[in-house]
């Protein structure tokens, strides 16, 4: 299935999860390094998400999405971030939260990745292309 772009629903899934591999990467080197610092797990997610969603909005706004050019730059920031917070912040502090007593923070941290990957493709096509499905 192709948009009105030329690049097709696949290859920008592709794109953003290629993405998202090295922004997972990114997150969990982040979040290792403030926990090896002595920060607090829910804190070292906090800094870990800021450092990774603004290499994320990058890359997925050059690289795997098609921009559209009538929203503006600091509105799909805006989306692109107020999203990002209540998707892979909240998952993935609500599984460190309700977890990590039972199965330690690094399982609960990659859970809660893996959870939150799925629905950040359609905030992050909505935040940058204006559009969810089609």
């Known amino acids: 299935m192709s948009d009105q772009s030329g690049r097709s629903l696949g290859n920008k899934m592709v794109r953003f999860a290629?993405?998202?591999?090295a922004n997972t990467?990114?997150?969990?080197?982040?979040?290792?390094?403030?926990?090896?610092?002595?920060v607090l797990p829910l804190a070292a997610n906090v800094g870990?998400?800021?450092v990774a969603v603004a290499f994320s909005f990058t890359a997925n706004r050059f690289w795997s999405?098609?921009?559209?050019?009538?929203?503006?730059?600091?509105h799909s920031v805006f989306r692109f971030v107020s999203l990002g917070?209540?998707?892979?912040?909240?998952?993935?502090?609500?599984?460190?939260?309700?977890l990590a007593g039972w199965i330690d923070v690094w399982p609960a941290k990659i859970a809660?990745?893996?959870v939150a990957a799925a629905l950040n493709f359609l905030a992050a096509r909505w935040s940058i292309e204006g559009r969810l499905l089609h």
């Open 85 to 98: 917070a209540l998707i892979s912040l909240g998952v993935s502090s609500v599984f460190i939260a309700g």
């Open 48 to 50: 870990a998400w800021v």
């Open 25 to 38: 990467a990114i997150d969990l080197a982040a979040f290792s390094l403030l926990l090896w610092f002595g």
């Open 18 to 21: 290629t993405v998202g591999l």
């Open 112 to 114: 809660g990745v893996i």
């Open 65 to 74: 999405f098609e921009r559209d050019h009538s929203i503006k730059l600091a």
